[in-house]
């Protein structure tokens, strides 16, 4: 009996068989391709994400330090309502509420841009992301009632000569009875968490055309060869020792 197929071509089944094939390894590829594509593009908004929202914390952290700055310069009196003002202690405080609605525009602009920052994290990453953003949040709280605070004592209209003890400490980073700023530890602690959680999704992965580029880069700004993959035409200085066998393989 024959092994082939009656009126059937060996190059008809070995075409077949290759068409077969090739339909198969690229239906392969265009899987795996598909799989790295949709890989690198959740990374891509993951990283963009992690660096908008690590932005908007840098930027509350700044306008918040701005906030706390003792002292006032004159331009940041300009364009306070004063003309019609007659008494000294009202065109005091008028200016004094002035410059730290300005100062405190930014800390509310930099913490608004933080709060849309974090909905976008939080699609991404869940619920269990904002216990790391709670912590800023609530420096500005604190910060926020602080300001309020201060000004109703400086207000001459409004009888409070009482403050929270730890106001001139908040606002003017003043030192604690330790000696030390504990707000401004607290922020500190706040950004930090906040990084702690975001800085592994701005690590892109490197590809091994990546890396060893980067390894010629290094070896040309040093003036020296590094081992290449592959790479079989080096040798070695007088002072390097013996190479073992494989080594320039």
Wanted: proline content about 5%; overall charge positive; aromatic content about 10%.
């Amino acid at each position: 009996m024959p092994f082939w197929p009656e009126n059937a071509s060996i190059f008809t089944i070995i075409k077949d068989a290759v068409i077969a094939a090739a339909a198969f390894t690229t239906a392969i590829v265009a899987a795996r391709g598909l799989r790295t594509w949709h890989r690198k593009l959740k990374g891509g908004t993951e990283y963009d994400v992690a660096r908008r929202l690590l932005r908007a914390a840098y930027k509350t952290r700044n306008a918040i330090q701005w906030l706390r700055y003792p002292k006032m310069s004159g331009w940041e009196f300009e364009g306070a309502q004063l003309a019609e003002v007659t008494e000294g202690g009202e065109k005091e405080f008028r200016a004094l509420q002035f410059a730290y609605s300005t100062r405190w525009q930014q800390v509310h602009d930099a913490a608004t841009e933080l709060q849309a920052e974090q909905l976008e994290a939080e699609t991404l990453w869940g619920e269990d992301f904002l216990c790391c953003v709670v912590p800023l949040h609530r420096c500005v709280h604190r910060m926020r009632t602080r300001v309020q605070l201060y000004l109703w004592v400086r207000n001459p209209a409004v009888r409070m000569t009482k403050m929270p003890e730890d106001t001139d400490q908040v606002l003017f980073g003043l030192p604690d009875s330790k000696g030390q700023d504990g707000y401004g530890e607290e922020l500190s602690a706040a950004v930090k968490r906040i990084e702690d959680h975001v800085r592994p999704h701005l690590r892109m992965r490197k590809g091994p055309f990546t890396r060893l580029w980067q390894r010629l880069r290094r070896s040309m700004a040093t003036g020296r060869h590094e081992a290449l993959p592959g790479n079989s035409s080096q040798q070695p200085s007088e002072a390097a020792p013996e190479p073992r066998s494989g080594d320039w393989e």
